[in-house]
């Protein structure tokens, strides 16, 4: 497939009302939307899973182009994925892009995607560190992998929006999830305050937390 005929698939599918809704969302005006929803691109993304290369040389104009590029590639075992998670990183401009892009390869290969999670919360990149933040948290919130969260979220510059909002999701899932270690964490004041109230605001919003327990992050407030 050629680019014009990408762009051509892409112009079938769009919806005028959904670009405008998703516009507002993005709150980013210099994302380029044709306004084409999420099931249609993944459709469209596993017609190029075999010839990344040809997909990978279109440029990135649109949102649903660099969409469909991220998908194409975490549909690769992670071998082949781990060829491609740099180049897939370095096109991410916006939360949503950002948190659509969860390859279910890693989900296997937690231990040896390790290093990349490294990598990416020590770069000065607001969406590195965010793509960092947010595979921990769909794919290592487990007992095992508390110490690193804890570890990647000291680490997070979250004087950046966008890293600020992330490391408070993990958090809120860390206290959803391992209530005693979340709660821990917080009380070792190692989060600023915004980023420490924001986590309590987001799990007291949390239908998997008891009233006492949502009480009781009320207390710890700063």
């Known amino acids: 497939m050629q680019y014009r005929q990408l762009l051509a698939l892409l112009e079938e599918n769009a919806d005028s009302d959904y670009r405008t809704f998703q516009k507002r969302l993005l709150k980013n005006d210099s994302v380029n939307l044709l306004g084409v929803r999420i099931p249609a691109l993944r459709k469209i993304a596993k017609q190029f899973k075999d010839d990344l290369e040809n997909l990978f040389a279109f440029p990135d104009e649109f949102y649903e182009v660099t969409f469909i590029k991220l998908t194409a590639a975490s549909y690769l075992d992670y071998g082949e994925f781990t060829g491609y998670v740099d180049k897939c990183v370095a096109l991410i401009d916006n939360w949503a892009t950002c948190d659509c892009f969860s390859p279910k390869c890693i989900a296997k290969n ?90 309590i605001q987001k799990a007291n919003e949390s239908f998997r937390l008891s009233e006492e327990q949502k009480n009781y992050l009320k207390e710890i407030k700063r």
Request: charged share 25%; glycine share 4%; net charge negative.
């Open 110 to 199: 937690r231990d040896s995607f390790l290093p990349y999670i490294d990598k990416y919360i020590n770069s000065e990149n607001e969406f590195y560190q965010r793509f960092a933040l947010t595979t921990l948290l769909h794919f290592y919130v487990e007992e095992a992998y508390l110490d690193k969260i804890f570890q990647t979220i000291k680490k997070a510059d979250t004087g950046q929006y966008y890293v600020y909002m992330a490391a408070a999701w993990l958090v809120a899932e860390v206290l959803a999830k391992y209530y005693r270690s979340g709660v821990e964490f917080l009380q070792s004041g190692a989060l600023d305050v915004k980023t420490h109230n924001k986590a």
